[in-house]
């Protein structure tokens, strides 16, 4: 019997192969999750500017007075937004009831984007007078 030869020190041809393998699919898995999450901040970005435009109308309805308030639309921020105005008692008015639909896209590319809808629905008292 020939005696063994001294153990070497490192790594296998087969084992850094194996470990590249492991790395690149780990790096894979990540850039995948990163483009899901950037689209995902966008797509809560557009959301929360919606929701940003709708709260701005409410706010102006509310700041105006109740026989001035009418429906109607208009489009901010590239968000397509539609209200209505209605009053909530007879004669004289001392309440209306407000509903605010806001369209918009989820994607940056307006024309490429899925199209969501909104409603926000709220009240406003009217002042003495």
Request: glycine share 10%.
């Amino acid at each position: 019997m020939s005696p063994r030869s001294p153990s070497r020190d490192g790594f296998t041809l087969l084992e850094v192969l194996v470990a590249l393998v492991v790395l690149a699919t780990g790096i894979l898995g990540l850039s995948a999750n990163a483009a899901l999450v950037s689209r995902l901040v966008g797509d809560g970005s557009r959301l929360t500017i919606a929701a940003t435009v709708a709260t701005a109308r409410f706010e102006q309805i509310r700041g105006g007075s109740c026989s001035s308030a009418t429906s109607g639309a208009a489009t901010t921020r590239g968000i397509d937004e539609r209200w209505s105005v209605a009053p909530m008692t007879a004669a004289p008015v001392r309440a209306l009831e407000v509903e605010i639909s806001v369209t918009y896209r989820l994607r940056s590319n307006q024309s490429g984007g899925t199209p969501r809808m909104q409603r926000f629905r709220g009240s406003v008292l009217c002042g003495s007078g």
